[in-house]
């Protein structure tokens, strides 16, 4: 019968590269795709915001105080009738930014405490864990508002906070990478060749370790947005002129009454975000499982 | 089982200490130190600060401080607020049963409703109701709490009111158990919401994985009744992975409570943080986190102890 099979057949596929196939995976995942279109659209009109918006943040307008949604504003005005849409896309700015690159720090940190952990082992893992386990134990929340009491409040010390309370559960994803892909033959081959520790952990075993850490790493971003919107809502994050969508809720409070357009838009963001980042996280958990074929 | 808790509790110890001492040390090393406060005070000179610190014992090296202040710890005193002068265990007990109202509610409502949830998403997967249910799970979890308890608090307090809008009671009018009970609606939802949409998802994926597994089978095989293979057969092996996330997030509870109480102006222990912070009252901010931190330690070995009760296979040791 083996001449009945058509070339097709036994032909070897294409060989696509790994992350070619990730992504082919991951563009598959149409709730996903569609999360990562809205998350780029909203970046995107954040980072365009002095373009779009169509009044000045920091333009009282009296004659236009407390304007319900609708009209000339689009989400309505605040009690000096600053537009609030305006707001919203300045805040973006800060939200997105301060979530993007605490996620960064805290997965920075976590990949260099859990590859060194789970490259030396022994006494430097035990140690390492132990501290981790600490951090685990604090009452994160209680925490950061209170580092944030002590370091004051400014969009860097915001981002090293959350990236400084964070960075555990990276940390036990890479170490766990790393305690496997420490006993293959590549690792092996690399150390017979005479290559350095640094070389090995970066440029050998870092890569092969990406994959549970990038999933992470991006519900993270989500988290640390929701984080300093907690701690600007608390009173104990940023002040202007770097407006937060947390900080606007924050404002909001006192006109919860008779504005509550100003509560619902800022706070509809953040959860909008956080959702598309969620499902990002499980289109990537998905494209990057190896044990899923499709 | 005492051996494992023993060294659980003896690993413990160097834990809460270090956390503790880094804490102490942190607050130390603010510009300002712990008093930054009095410093903004009018009328206040060098002189004056000088004797405070020397009151407060502000003027010894930090190791003494802390091993002191450890001292009063173990004794069950946690020094004096800054700002209302009393004990600042004495005010961190009084609000204790407030929080512990709010948040045993919001966690026996999300017990219930999450193995509602999740129980019935597994049983009917990929029905109708299941896929609405994960829809739901997913705002759910989206959703801050902050936000959540705002548009609560607009909707239910402010435009309908159908409930109050904050507090433990009403200070006028009915009081009693309804009242109460009233007050206590909305917080608790608040609260219970996260909760629900993640821990029916733990419920449903560890029921969709005990359903399919052999010794389910068999019990069908044998013969046996729908409702007895689910409730003593399926959920008692899908509680124990359950089990572990619930009793963890039973601790992390208090960070919600930080955010729903101050929405609801609910007098417990996540507002007398809020407000110990901005007065930077560091004795109350200490005893609180010290506290916290205490009761998460041991949520997490009351977490595996439990694994290791409802899962023989699990050996402590």
């Known amino acids: ?294 | 089982m005492a051996r494992f808790l023993t060294r659980r509790l003896l690993q413990a110890v160097p834990v809460l200490l270090g956390i503790s001492f880094l804490l102490f040390v942190l607050m130390h090393a603010m510009p300002g130190g712990p008093l930054a406060m009095y410093v903004q005070q009018p009328g206040m000179s060098k002189d004056r600060l000088a004797q405070l610190a020397v009151q407060m014992g502000l003027n010894k090296p930090v190791w003494v401080q802390y091993t002191e202040w450890l001292a009063g710890v173990l004794h069950g005193n946690f020094g004096y607020s800054y700002i209302y002068n009393e004990p600042a265990t004495t005010m961190m007990l009084q609000r204790f049963p407030a929080t512990m109202e709010l948040m045993l509610t919001a966690f026996v409502v999300s017990v219930v409703g999450s193995f509602a949830l999740g129980i019935f998403g597994a049983v009917r997967q990929y029905s109708i109701w299941d896929h609405l249910i994960t829809t739901l799970s997913y705002f759910g979890m989206a959703m801050p709490t902050f936000w959540l308890g705002v548009l609560m608090l607009i909707l239910f307090a402010v435009d309908l009111h159908w409930f109050p809008s904050g507090g433990l009671s009403s200070s006028t009018g009915p009081s009693g158990l309804g009242d109460r009970l009233r007050h206590l609606v909305l917080p608790a939802s608040t609260l219970a919401v996260f909760l629900i949409a993640q821990q029916s998802r733990y419920v449903r994926s560890a029921m969709l994985e005990v359903i399919r597994a052999d010794f389910v089978r068999t019990a069908r095989a044998k013969g046996l009744g729908e409702r007895v293979i689910m409730w003593r057969h399926a959920l008692r092996n899908a509680l124990i992975p359950v089990v572990t996330v619930m009793v963890i997030n039973a601790a992390f509870l208090f960070g919600g409570a930080l955010v729903t109480e101050t929405i609801y102006s609910w007098p417990g222990m996540g507002l007398l943080f809020i407000n110990a912070i901005q007065q930077a009252d560091y004795p109350v901010i200490m005893a609180i986190v010290s506290f916290l931190s205490v009761v998460i330690v041991f949520a997490n070995i009351v977490a595996d102890m439990l694994y290791g009760l409802l899962d023989p296979r699990v050996r402590l040791s």
Not at chain 1, 215 to 233: C, H, K, S
Not at chain 1, 239 to 247: M, R
């Open chain 1, 1 to 294: 019968m083996i001449d009945e099979l058509a070339w097709e057949d036994v032909a070897p596929r294409p060989t696509r590269s790994y992350w070619g196939m990730v992504a082919r995976r991951f563009s598959r995942h149409h709730l996903a795709m569609a999360s990562l279109v809205v998350l780029l659209l909203i970046a995107l009109a954040s980072a365009l915001a002095p373009a779009l918006a169509p009044y000045s943040p920091n333009q009282p307008d009296l004659s236009a105080v407390l304007a319900p949604p609708g009209g000339h504003h689009l989400m309505g005005t605040d009690n000096v009738g600053v537009d609030l849409f305006s707001e919203v896309l300045y805040g973006g700015r800060i939200s997105l930014m301060i979530g993007l690159l605490s996620a960064l720090v805290a997965v920075g940190l976590g990949s260099l405490v859990g590859s060194v952990a789970g490259y030396y082992r022994g006494w430097v893992d035990a140690v390492l864990m132990r501290v981790t386990d600490v951090a685990l134990s604090v009452p994160l929340l209680f925490i950061v508002l209170l580092l944030a009491l002590l370091a004051g409040p400014k969009p860097s010390t915001v981002i090293f906070i959350i990236g400084a309370t964070a960075w555990m559960v990276p940390a036990r994803i890479v170490r766990a990478q790393f305690l496997t892909l420490c006993e293959r033959e590549f690792v092996e081959a690399s150390r017979a060749s005479g290559q350095l520790d640094r070389r090995i952990i970066v440029r050998e075993i870092f890569p092969n370790a990406m994959a549970p850490l990038i999933v992470n790493a991006t519900l993270l971003v989500g988290q640390a947005i929701v984080i300093e919107a907690v701690m600007d809502f608390l009173g104990a994050g940023l002040s202007p002129p770097n407006i937060s969508w947390g900080w606007l809720l924050n404002q909001a409070q006192s006109y919860i009454a008779e504005a509550p357009w100003l509560s619902f838009f800022p706070g509809f963001m953040i959860f909008i975000v956080v959702l598309a980042v969620n499902l990002v996280g499980d289109g990537l958990r998905d494209a990057l499982d190896p044990t899923m074929r499709l």
